[in-house]
């Protein structure tokens, strides 16, 4: 991405296709004689920033629609820049007409996210609230539209931006040092630095754990449904989801890849995975298909391990549980799920005397007690607080963090070895370098080409 924010730039900001309404944009210095140009408006006549006009777009003397156009005077525009909003009708034909019309008064159609990126150019928003955008933009729960909101209203940039100054002030004091360096003097009190910077490395652990909730809540909660065979996993996929989403079938194997949708439950979003069933199989798709259950498996947040509860005996669950442990890697949440009671003769016993983990006992073909299960899940990851805290959910922002935290960790290791100031003031610039990173104080332009690359045309 060429970054030339001199420029007029142009672009499509509704979605493709045809709708009632469509809005095309026009930022830059000569946006508002742009669109005078090619419109009926004469005048603009401002009384405060912004200016609402109701006119025709021409072509020559041909009128190619009746729109509605909204002026918004820089500094106060979401670029920073002149810009401009036409409604039109959602026609794809008036689109590119009116389009190209303005691509005809000397301005050019806008790259991927650069309208986002020239309100970061002109100080409308720092990186962090940038990609923010983006997260908004792509949310489709409710947990996830708190965290892009709070981000981009400056929650999580705000703090690094605290810790930052603090860290920098005392980064000044000890550059001072080292211009008086020959009188042995000390500007910066060492006890109260030490005190900072583990007031600091806490934070930014806290920060870095964070992005595991953040990652899952931004990309949906990831829930591998598992078991042997013909225990019901795919019926239970279906009980949960409400519709026919996997084949279900009393031939055991019929699940021989991985089925996946997605669910939202009180606002926070699912991914439900039903996997193919565990057994030793010789059928050569079906072991492919064992071998991606074990990936989803340890990959998933939370484990819906589905029993037959109609033939199996407690002893054999507890050997088949404690056996499925062996293999996984991370510290999943294990739910136990007893499927099939509509098939029990007689209720089931020792239950106590066997199982460590929480059980459901459900009928997935009766559809029952399914909402036990959307409770426990509920319960499972707590996104009650998003709103309040600082939750990591971009790899860029995890990355610049641990590099801070490796800078911290040799900070600390300087002052417990009284190691000279301008060594000290190596790592302090180093962790102050890789914040400033976080929120686009120091970046480059690819970097900046990486983020809004990925952004939408028009945005």
Not at 24 to 42: E, P, T, V
Not at 74 to 94: K, W
Request: net charge negative; with cysteine; proline share 2%.
């Amino acid at each position: 991405m060429i970054i030339n924010n001199q420029d007029t730039i142009c672009a499509i900001s509704s979605p493709s296709g045809v709708g009632a309404i469509a809005i095309i944009r026009i930022s830059g210095s000569n946006a508002f004689k742009i669109a005078k140009s090619i419109s009926s408006i004469k005048d603009l006549l401002f009384a405060d920033n912004k200016l609402v006009k109701f006119a025709k777009i021409y072509d020559a003397t041909e009128i190619i629609d009746e729109v509605i156009i909204i002026f918004f005077k820089s500094p106060n525009s979401y670029t920073g820049d002149d810009l401009v909003e036409i409604s039109c009708h959602g026609s794809s034909y008036i689109q590119e007409r009116i389009v190209q019309l303005i691509l005809r008064e000397d301005a050019r159609y806008a790259e991927p996210g650069e309208f986002t990126l020239r309100a970061f150019i002109n100080g409308k928003m720092d990186l962090t609230q940038a990609e923010a955008v983006a997260d908004l933009i792509s949310s489709n729960s409710a947990s996830s539209h708190k965290l892009a909101i709070n981000q981009m209203r400056g929650g999580f940039s705000n703090e690094i931006a605290m810790l930052r100054e603090e860290l920098l002030n005392f980064s000044s004091l000890m550059e001072l040092e080292l211009d008086f360096g020959e009188e042995d003097v000390e500007f910066a009190d060492r006890d109260k630095f030490n005190k900072l910077i583990e007031k600091i490395k806490i934070r930014i652990t806290e920060l870095i754990k964070s992005f595991e909730l953040g990652n899952v809540i931004k990309k949906g909660i990831p829930v591998a449904i598992v078991g042997k065979p013909n225990v019901g996993k795919s019926t239970l996929l279906n009980a949960i989801l409400n519709e026919e989403r996997a084949i279900v079938s009393d031939i055991p194997g019929t699940t021989r890849d991985t089925i996946e949708d997605v669910l939202i439950i009180d606002g926070v979003s699912y991914r439900f995975i039903d996997t193919a069933g565990l057994r030793d199989s010789s059928d050569e798709i079906e072991t492919k298909g064992i071998e991606r259950t074990y990936d989803c498996i340890n990959s998933a947040s939370i484990i819906l391990y589905v029993v037959d509860i109609s033939v199996s005996k407690w002893e054999e669950i507890e050997a088949t549980i404690s056996d499925f442990k062996k293999h996984i890697i991370n510290n999943q949440k294990i739910v136990l799920i007893a499927n099939k009671t509509d098939m029990l003769v007689e209720a089931p016993k020792k239950i106590k005397n066997f199982l460590d983990i929480e059980t459901i006992f459900i009928s997935a073909k009766r559809k029952e007690n399914i909402s036990l299960i959307k409770d426990v899940l509920l319960s499972a990851i707590s996104v009650s607080n998003v709103n309040d805290i600082s939750i990591v959910t971009n790899i860029r922002h995890l990355d610049s963090l641990k590099n801070t935290l490796d800078s911290i960790d040799n900070i600390e290791k300087g002052i417990s070895q009284q190691i000279p100031t301008d060594l000290l003031a190596i790592d302090i610039r180093k962790a102050l370098h890789h914040l400033a990173e976080i929120t686009g104080a120091v970046t480059t332009d690819e970097i900046l080409s990486t983020i809004f690359g990925k952004f939408c045309i028009g945005k």
